[in-house]
């Protein structure tokens, strides 16, 4: 992997700017810390402001895991072109399925009732994929087999891991990959550049639509071709592109005051 804020990546970031690529990001890991509190979740202000500005300059997209209700209150006032939920299930364009939510809908009541004496476990019902954390449990070990016993009694059921999460997801839903590579077509972009920090974004970061694939953190076996140290560097990421399009922009440095304007 190529660190993207070094001189090697330089020239990737050079040409998502050329291009005015399409920058889609995840949110939990990526946009904002993972905390424990999965409510608590928050972009910092830096961020924020930073997003902002580059929302102005090129297509913007989140694409998360979160119900998409959920992630576009985390993200006020940042002109998003899309927001996608349940890891692509929750599509940003057109009519929803409702036959994942039917489905959904029948896994809560056997999980809830499969998990009731299990300590420390948190089932998040995102109408159209359910989270199971257990991030609060006693033994992560014991949490996790569980869960896993229990979602294995689930019909048509694709279960992954993530931060101290088991996601359950209708097997036939569409996934990270489906959904870029959709709106990818819908918005005719010539280049994706994709951030993400989790397995979950692993299949993004396969799909022939995501030309510059970015994985946050260290020691994974990944599919992105390019690395971002953590979470923090978010910041350095999105300062970095919003310099190279305004230099194209012939903005010289105006952006900083843009950033302070939009924080
Ligand atoms: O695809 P993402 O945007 O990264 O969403 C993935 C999941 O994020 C949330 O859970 C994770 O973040 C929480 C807050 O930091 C943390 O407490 C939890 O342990 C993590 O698993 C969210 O609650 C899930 O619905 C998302 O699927």
């Known amino acids: 992997m190529t660190p993207i804020l070094s001189m090697a990546g330089r020239e990737a970031v050079l040409e998502i700017a050329r291009g005015r690529a399409l920058l889609a990001l995840d949110f939990d890991g990526t946009l904002a810390p993972i905390v424990p509190d999965r409510n608590a979740a928050r972009v910092r202000s830096d961020t924020a402001g930073l997003l902002r500005t580059a929302a102005l300059m090129y297509p913007c997209a989140v694409v998360s895991g979160r119900s998409r209700g959920d992630v576009a209150s985390r ?15 929750e599509a940003a364009f057109g009519p929803l399925d409702r036959g994942l939510e ?5 896994w809560h009541g056997p999980l809830s009732d ?44 694709r279960i992954f891991d993530g931060h101290a999460v088991v996601n359950l997801v209708p097997a036939d839903a569409p996934t990270k990959a489906d959904a870029l590579e959709d709106l990818s077509r819908r918005l005719g972009a010539r280049a994706v550049a994709y951030v993400g920090d989790d397995a979950t974004d692993e299949e993004a970061f396969r799909s022939g639509a995501v030309t510059y694939p970015v994985r946050i953190g260290h020691g994974r076996e990944t599919a992105a071709r390019f690395a971002l140290p953590d979470q923090a560097a978010i910041d350095d990421l999105l ?18 005051g843009l950033v302070r304007v939009m924080g």
Do not use: C, M
């Not at 300062?239 to 440095?253: E, F, K, N, P, W």
């Open 114 to 157: 499969a998990l009731a004496a299990t300590q420390g476990v948190d089932v998040e019902d995102k109408y159209f994929s359910i989270a199971v954390h257990y991030r609060a449990a006693p033994s992560w070990d014991l949490a996790r087999r569980r869960i896993l016993d229990a979602a294995a009694r689930l019909g048509n059921v």
């Open 75 to 89: 993200l006020p006032r940042v002109p998003l072109v899309a927001v996608i939920g349940n890891h692509g299930a």
């Open 239 to 256: 300062r970095a592109l919003i310099a190279a399009r305004a230099q194209q922009d012939g903005l010289g440095a105006r952006w900083e």
């Open 102 to 106: 039917r489905q959904v809908a029948a």
